[in-house]
């Protein structure tokens, strides 16, 4: 089977994290449970002020929280806003920076003198609580903060938002386990606070895939929680992932209930539509978001999350109509939207106004994305001395963005069928790159086509120790051993391996059931290659599991398999050439 690209892979991945970013599930400019953001630009910031702002935005999603923290900190004492200090002091803790979170929290207490939460900071930073658990000793360090708690409960604030809080201070420790043992000595005194029972849940949740007791303790805490607040949705989504971690249908299954209990949690519908995209249940996500919309018509958030959606659906007609509406808005960042409509023209085969809708994207990573996709589009036209003067002349500055221009221009060369010409390419690539990953990867892929089986299993071992636990190597050089070699066993570990860190791969499962099949184990072989092509429907998947279904004597469900395939794919050489063979 033809492996997708590694510049394929890359793009898939960069396409996916714009979709899921723009959509806001888990953008991260703002802390865990911060509700009160920043005033906009809108109302009356400054110049100064919103550039402060945005350089603490942009900060923070390239990870780098001290700027972050700074940058907020300093807004705050421009506006004087408690707001802005308060997301400063977060956004301090959450990234250890100890000066300016005492800072941040002492400007906030000055703006809020009535405010508990900048008063428990200062106290937990004088108490240590930013040093390492083990470290400051456990015993020492529960005294003091159980001292904290019990002087907070006395003073009539409550222990509620301490405990909301305080798995923030201890974010950066690298035991998790002594932290979630600390939490929940420290809340034992406090059976009959939800939050309590919340902050132990949370801290158990860091522990779970490793701790099954664990798991079982922090699934009973946020349990009592709910109990004690049931229509509290911060402890319904924590059970959810609690859940998961054993069962993602029963995580399903319990959002569904908890929906259906308390019909306007807008945080729980959008975890439920989350956690079907995640199980690839589309058509039950877009109901959910699309529930939602019906029911708050001005949000442009949910239209975008019901487009791309559409757009995974293949429903492009929906999810044209919809970013042009979003696009008329001006909704999303400079270009989002531009970048999703050529996307639905290029899988329609519009190339010409993909293309055009590629260039209105002018700004930022989208804008190199845009760039390498008029490249190989321009080949789609049939334009290809064009094409390859668009990638000898796109302004390629980083290593990585000279290692895509010429995997755009082997791509090209191997999409018009010149695959010696594409080897040749990555043949020169590598010497200019000889450590790329990326690089090795497609080099091994055409030379195999090119029936070059020795040296594409040299470059896919060598892939293989630059990154010995990466699925995709493990798996083409698994797949190669399995197709091109008699050492079926062999490949069949390597790609046992894989589909063990990639268990839902389509890719992986295809190679799995390929495996099984060349060993005889038919019935193994179809599920796995059914699993695969539900998955994603692919003309090669569909050669091996028509092949499969053809030696079992399944021959009408053989022919149905490759026509559905073929109908959509009609110049695919790998099921062509399986049809002529076995049906002719």
């Not at 490949?491 to 060993?519: N, T, V």
């Amino acid at each position: 089977m033809t492996r997708p690209s590694a510049l394929f892979r890359a793009l898939a991945v960069v396409g996916a994290a714009l979709a899921f970013n723009s959509v806001g599930y888990a953008q991260p400019s703002s802390p865990p449970g911060d509700t009160s953001p920043p005033r906009k630009a809108s109302e009356g910031l400054s110049p100064d002020l919103f550039y402060r702002l945005l350089l603490g935005d942009v900060a923070l999603q390239r990870g780098d929280g001290a700027l972050a923290a700074r940058a907020y900190l300093d807004a705050a004492r421009e506006a004087q806003d408690v707001r802005i200090a308060k997301r400063a002091t977060e956004i301090a803790l959450s990234s250890r920076q100890r000066a300016i979170a005492q800072e941040a929290a002492k400007l906030w207490s000055s703006l809020d003198p009535a405010a508990e939460r900048p008063k428990q900071v200062l106290a937990a930073l004088a108490s240590g609580g930013d040093r390492d658990v083990e470290a400051s000793g456990d015993e020492d360090l529960k005294l003091r903060l159980s001292r904290l708690l019990a002087d907070t409960a006395v003073s009539g604030g409550g222990v509620g938002d301490a405990f909301l809080q305080i798995n923030r201070l201890f974010s950066q420790q690298s035991d998790k386990k002594a932290v979630y043992r600390l939490i929940r000595e420290l809340a034992q005194p406090y059976p009959s606070s939800p939050e309590a029972h919340f902050a132990v849940a949370l801290a158990g949740l860091n522990v779970a895939g490793d701790d099954a007791a664990i798991a079982s303790a922090a699934l009973a805490e946020v349990d009592r929680a709910l109990e004690l607040r049931p229509d509290w949705e911060r402890a319904a989504l924590l059970k959810a992932e609690l859940i998961t971690k054993r069962s993602p249908d029963a995580a399903i299954k319990y959002l569904q209930e908890f929906v259906a209990s308390q019909p306007t949690s807008k945080a729980a519908a959008g975890a439920l539509a989350q956690f079907y995209v995640e199980q690839k249940r589309y058509g039950d996500a877009r109901d959910v978001l699309q529930k939602l919309w019906d029911d708050d018509k001005s949000s442009r958030d949910l239209e975008f999350g019901v487009a791309t959606i559409s757009l995974q659906m293949k429903d492009y007609a929906e999810a044209e109509r919809l970013f042009k509406d979003l696009k008329s808005a001006s909704y999303g960042e400079p270009g989002s939207i531009d970048l999703y409509l050529a996307q639905v023209a290029e899988e329609t085969k519009r190339y010409a106004d993909a293309i055009e809708r590629y260039k209105a994207v002018e700004e930022g990573d989208r804008a190199w994305l845009a760039k390498l996709r008029i490249g190989a589009l321009l080949g789609k036209l049939g334009k290809m001395d064009e094409a390859k003067r668009w990638f000898a002349d796109l302004p390629a500055v980083t290593i990585e963005q000279r290692v895509q221009v010429r995997q755009g221009e082997a791509q090209l060369l191997r999409d018009a069928g010149d695959v010696a010409g594409a080897y040749a390419v990555l043949q020169r690539a590598v010497v200019e790159h000889p450590d790329s990953p990326d690089l090795i990867y497609d080099l091994a892929l055409v030379a195999e086509r090119l029936n070059k089986i020795d040296e594409a299993e040299a470059r896919l071992t060598k892939l293989v120790e630059l990154k010995p636990d990466d699925a995709q190597a493990l798996n083409a050089l698994g797949y190669t051993l399995v197709d091109r070699t008699a050492r079926t066993t062999e490949g069949l570990a390597l790609i046992e391996k894989a589909h063990k860190l990639s268990p839902g791969d389509p890719f992986i499962l295809d190679s799995m059931g390929w495996a099984l099949f060349r060993l005889g184990r038919l019935d193994e072989a179809e599920s796995y290659l059914k699993r695969a092509l539900a998955e994603r429907p692919d003309a090669e998947i569909a050669a091996h599991l028509g092949e499969v279904l053809w030696a079992k004597g399944d021959r009408d469900n053989a022919r149905a398999v490759w026509k559905a395939q073929l109908d959509a794919n009609p110049d695919n050489v790998v099921l062509k050439e399986t049809v002529k063979r076995l049906a002719p």
